[in-house]
């Protein structure tokens, strides 16, 4: 038998002309890859995420910050998409005009056949150099990894011998402008948006769900907890992306099965 959230939220799906899917790090964790509320362990169990994440981070020591990053991007490089990653890519199918907002760094989406998603917060795969913002080479995930992360001094840029930095967005830097513009944009013209996995805590990007409420569409959310976008929710699924995302698709997609 079918949840009656689940049952409205699929109605709702259904009959979306332009749907926006809004992710953040628990669309991620059933993959094993750690929130951004998670604690962090290992060489960084001391610091806050929202603390190493910062130019002052970089700045003030190199080697453990990238160090950090490149562990990061070898989890992701050994993790899988979960269900809920291919759930969204099923959405992408069926429902016309679906945009895919993520906060999200790692490659996940892409890898379940999700077609260009917006990156907010930038990407683990897109090196550049600090100094003249060149992109630098992604070299092979290191394979001997170890579990507690070490500290990995920057390459330095080709052109300008600056240290490479990760591509991504740093607590206090701005976002991609026109990225965020197309992101708000289809916030604003969509009728429904689902947003997974988002604490809803980090602005701009928690603009987004609200933008969407604003403009009247319905906003259906999906995560274990609370969180400050239970009040723009018109249905609020307390459940895992892995677990909820393919309900929601069967009950939208595949009628007569729960
Ligand atoms: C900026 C990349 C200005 C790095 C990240 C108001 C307006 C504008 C800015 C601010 C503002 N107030 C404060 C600010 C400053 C700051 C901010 O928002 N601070 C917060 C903490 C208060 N914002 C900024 O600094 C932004 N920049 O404003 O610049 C500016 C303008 C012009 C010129 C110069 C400057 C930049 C913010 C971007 C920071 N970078 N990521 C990296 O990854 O290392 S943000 C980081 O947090 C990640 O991207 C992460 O995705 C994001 C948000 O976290 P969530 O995705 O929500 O993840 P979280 O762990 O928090 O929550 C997980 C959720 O999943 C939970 O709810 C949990 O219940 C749920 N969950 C768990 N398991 C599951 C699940 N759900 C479903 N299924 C499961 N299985």
Redesign the pocket.
């Known amino acids: 038998m079918t949840d009656p959230g689940v049952r409205e939220a699929a109605d709702l799906l259904r009959q979306a002309r332009r749907a926006v899917v809004f992710t ?4 991620s ?2 993959s094993g890859v750690p ?4 604690a962090l362990t290992g060489l960084w169990q001391r610091f806050d ?2 603390a190493l ?1 910062t130019p002052e981070a970089f700045h003030d020591d190199p080697a453990l910050v990238w160090g950090w990053y490149e562990w990061r991007r070898t989890a992701v490089a050994r993790a899988l998409p979960n269900a ?1 990653h291919v759930a969204v890519a099923a959405i992408e199918a069926r429902v016309p005009h679906t945009v895919v907002v993520t ?3 790692d490659d996940l989406h892409e890898r379940a056949g999700s077609v260009d998603p917006l990156h907010l ?2 990407s683990l795969f897109a090196p550049r150099c600090s100094a003249c913002a060149r992109p630098a080479p992604v070299s092979d995930p290191v394979v001997d990894e170890p579990a507690d992360g070490r500290r990995v001094a920057p390459p330095s840029c080709g052109h300008c011998s600056a240290p490479i930095r990760p591509g ?8 991609p402008g026109e990225t965020l513009e197309t992101a708000v944009e289809a916030a604003a013209s969509c009728d429904v948006l689902l947003t ?10 928690a603009e987004i769900p609200q933008v969407a409420a604003r403009f009247g569409a319905a906003v259906i959310q ?4 609370r ?1 400050p976008l239970d009040a723009v929710a018109a249905v609020n699924l307390r459940g ?3 677990e909820v995302l393919p309900a929601l698709v069967r009950a939208a997609w595949e009628t007569g099965r729960a």
């Open positions: 953040g790090a628990g669309m964790a059933e929130t951004f509320r998670d995420a929202q994440a809920g906060q999200n760094v917060h930038g991504v967005v740093w607590f206090g830097e701005a976002l997974v996995g988002t604490s809803g805590l980090v602005y701009p990007a999906v995560n274990p907890q969180t895992r992306a892995a």
